[in-house]
């Protein structure tokens, strides 16, 4: 019996709206959203990538205490700044084989990068569909939001957590409410004075416990001021153990969707949520081989294979993921079945 799988199931919009909207007559686009939401179901798996989520940095400027980072639960500890040319390799091979996504974060935050800006327009300029990044929003001040824009990006989510300065500063350690709010608030503005389309505004925030009561004022919140507003589903980042060596009939979407690219050219077949050693599920580096190469290689089939079977905690890197913990987690309270 083949394990099951779905896209997106720890992610919730809440709006009427989506920052994909108003791509709704964009052939190609359209297509490239439909593999990312069937290719897991089906375990297909094309040619290439759907996306690549490249990690600009992994320098933070805030320590959030729900966070893997934060907790030392996610990866090598040492900072870097992904290489301006090693960037325009992997995209220069990801336009070759018609990449239609990147996403210019992982465990960091982006606009520390000091070519950020450059990274968007070269992508644009090679023809990739879908560029954006997640970010705390502490460093988005007008004027690095107008380059944005120039540079072509086409969407940007902005992660925050709580209504009020109390709850959000306690989440988000470093960071300033006011300043935070009112670089958010200023952001569509900036836009329709630029008479920009892009990029779309998604507002998201984890859906810790202490948040949910307060949910319907977070929506109130920001509804005017974002294209979509959603949760995510949270996860605890400390070192865990309650489903090591469990087995079950679920195999995790992200293998047919995406691949990873560290700072530093590292491969890897996911994000790999709260895994403390990326060398167990590293697939070479990016500076020494292909992506196609890591894409369709026996490591990554292998890797496909285990989970479609039901045997995802063989991996000793997905046995204590916590992506996978929450998924089985939410399974269990749902009879077994995916939500």
């Not at 005017?224 to 079950?248: C, F, I, N, S, T």
């Not at 063989?314 to 998924?327: G, I, N």
């Amino acid at each position: 019996m083949k394990a099951s799988t779905s896209a997106n199931s720890n992610f919730h919009s809440l709006t009427k709206t989506s920052v994909f909207d108003r791509r709704r007559a964009e052939d190609r686009f359209q297509e490239y959203r439909r593999q990312w939401m069937e290719n897991p179901g089906k375990f297909h798996v094309a040619d290439f990538p759907l996306n690549l989520d490249l990690e600009s940095t992994c320098a933070c400027n805030l320590r959030c205490p729900f966070c893997a980072t934060t907790q030392a639960n996610w990866g090598p500890k040492a900072a870097g700044y992904m290489r301006l040319e090693l960037f325009k390799r992997i995209i220069d091979e990801g336009a070759e084989h018609g990449l239609p996504a990147i996403k210019l974060s992982l465990r960091g935050e982006p606009l520390l990068h000091p070519k950020l800006d450059e990274m968007v327009a070269y992508a644009k300029k090679r023809g990739i569909l879908d560029v954006y990044f997640n970010t705390n929003a502490t460093l988005l001040d007008a004027d690095k939001f107008n380059r944005l824009i120039d540079a072509g990006l086409d969407r940007i989510s902005i992660s925050f957590e709580g209504t009020t300065k109390e709850v959000y500063e306690r989440q988000r350690v470093g960071a300033d409410f006011d300043k935070v709010c009112a670089n958010i608030r200023a952001l569509k503005g900036i836009r329709a004075r630029r008479q920009a389309s892009h990029p779309q505004i998604r507002i998201q925030t984890v859906l810790l416990p202490e948040l949910k009561p307060r949910f319907q004022d977070f929506m109130a919140m920001w509804q005017a001021h974002a294209d979509e507003v959603a949760y995510l589903d949270a996860r605890r980042e400390g070192p865990q153990d309650d489903h090591r060596g469990r087995r079950a009939q679920w195999a995790c979407p992200f293998p047919w969707q995406r691949m990873t690219i560290l700072w530093d050219g590292t491969i890897l077949p996911c994000l790999m949520h709260g895994v403390s050693d990326f060398s167990l599920m590293a697939l070479g580096n990016a500076a020494q081989m292909t992506i196609s190469e890591a894409w369709t290689g026996g490591r990554a089939q292998e890797i496909r294979n285990l989970h479609r079977d039901g045997r995802a905690h063989e991996l000793p890197a997905c046995d204590r993921c916590s992506y996978r913990a929450m998924e089985l987690e939410k399974r269990a309270k749902n009879g077994g079945h995916t939500p």
